[in-house]
């Protein structure tokens, strides 16, 4: 059992380790960008030598690729919680943006260096945030938009290109900081605008 227990530790203080790694680099891609990102930096804020950061990830497209991968899949986990607790499908939409929101001002610095890297001119980077954003596309698609459109609570609309765009607005308007990192708007006028664009027999959504 002793060999067992070992494992368990040592995987425990990578694990750790690891997580240090990757919240020192959040900082980093937050506040200089990909290009500008030193890893020096980010091994100094983690409390780590570079070759451990080196250990754990080769390079720092690595360390950028596993911060995507992880963000991504942290903001889907979030909002994917709090809108499946929602029955009606229209309440999901709100529930969307309000959950969208709180994880911008719950992780303002992981947001931002997604925001970064959405609006940043490395097509991979892009790919893979989109990647991992799917279950999220597939949310609003799937959960939200087609049942609303087949109960009769949505007009008629392509449910997968509905969901692209309320994914668009979302990113938008989420990413949209004061100077003391708070954001713009609230959840609640996207979520009007949004409701009120696509209930049946309103205005349509352009």
Same mark, same amino acid.
């Given at each position: 059992m002793a060999p067992r227990y070992k494992k368990t530790v040592r995987d425990e203080v990578m694990q750790e380790t690891r997580q240090l790694?990757?919240?020192?680099?959040?900082?980093e891609f937050a506040h200089n960008g990909y290009d500008k990102a030193n890893?020096?930096? *980010?091994?100094?804020?983690?409390?780590f030598a570079i070759g451990t950061v080196y250990?754990?990830?080769?390079?720092?497209?690595?360390?950028?690729?596993?911060?995507?991968?992880?963000?991504?899949?942290?903001?889907?986990d979030y909002v994917l919680a709090q809108v499946k607790s929602e029955q009606d499908p229209g309440q999901r939409i709100?529930?969307?943006?309000?959950?969208?929101?709180?994880?911008?001002?719950?992780?303002?610095?992981?947001?931002?260096? *997604?925001?970064?890297?959405?609006?940043?001119?490395?097509?991979?980077f892009r790919a893979r945030l989109f990647q991992g954003y799917q279950p999220l596309f597939q949310l609003l698609s799937?959960?939200?938009?087609?049942?609303?459109i087949a109960q009769g609570d949505f007009r008629q609309v392509d449910p997968v290109a509905t969901a692209g765009l309320l994914m668009l607005i979302y990113l938008g308007t989420g990413s949209q900081f004061s100077p003391e990192g708070e954001l713009w708007m609230d959840y609640t006028q996207v979520a009007d605008?949004?409701?009120?664009?696509?209930?049946?027999g309103k205005e349509n959504l352009r």
């Amino acid at each position: 059992m002793a060999p067992r227990y070992k494992k368990t530790v040592r995987d425990e203080v990578m694990q750790e380790t690891r997580q240090l790694v990757i919240e020192a680099a959040a900082e980093e891609f937050a506040h200089n960008g990909y290009d500008k990102a030193n890893v020096n930096r *980010i091994a100094e804020a983690a409390g780590f030598a570079i070759g451990t950061v080196y250990n754990y990830f080769p390079s720092k497209r690595v360390l950028m690729l596993a911060f995507v991968d992880d963000i991504a899949q942290l903001h889907v986990d979030y909002v994917l919680a709090q809108v499946k607790s929602e029955q009606d499908p229209g309440q999901r939409i709100e529930a969307f943006f309000k959950a969208g929101f709180a994880f911008v001002e719950t992780y303002t610095t992981q947001a931002k260096a *997604i925001f970064n890297t959405l609006n940043g001119p490395d097509e991979e980077f892009r790919a893979r945030l989109f990647q991992g954003y799917q279950p999220l596309f597939q949310l609003l698609s799937d959960d939200v938009i087609a049942p609303s459109i087949a109960q009769g609570d949505f007009r008629q609309v392509d449910p997968v290109a509905t969901a692209g765009l309320l994914m668009l607005i979302y990113l938008g308007t989420g990413s949209q900081f004061s100077p003391e990192g708070e954001l713009w708007m609230d959840y609640t006028q996207v979520a009007d605008f949004v409701l009120h664009s696509l209930k049946s027999g309103k205005e349509n959504l352009r």
